[in-house]
């Protein structure tokens, strides 16, 4: 249980990071995300990485307190 909360709290922890990593994108000069948009596609990266670490943290935290309420 105590596994299950620490991967609960590490993937909060990278999702937390990526979502101020995206707020902060505008903060860069324009040329310089143009230039990586066009290589890494950057921005789009970033916006489809939150959506999936925010989905699988959502998932966790549910499992971590169905078996926390249930005593499972």
Known sequence: MSQLLFICI???????????????????????????????????ATGVTIIFVTMAACFLWVIYFYFLIFDL
């Open 10 to 44: 590490a993937i909060t922890a990278l999702d937390i990071f990526l979502i101020i990593y995206a707020l902060t994108i505008p903060l860069y000069p324009k040329k310089w995300r143009k230039e990586v948009n066009k290589k890494y596609k950057n921005e789009t």
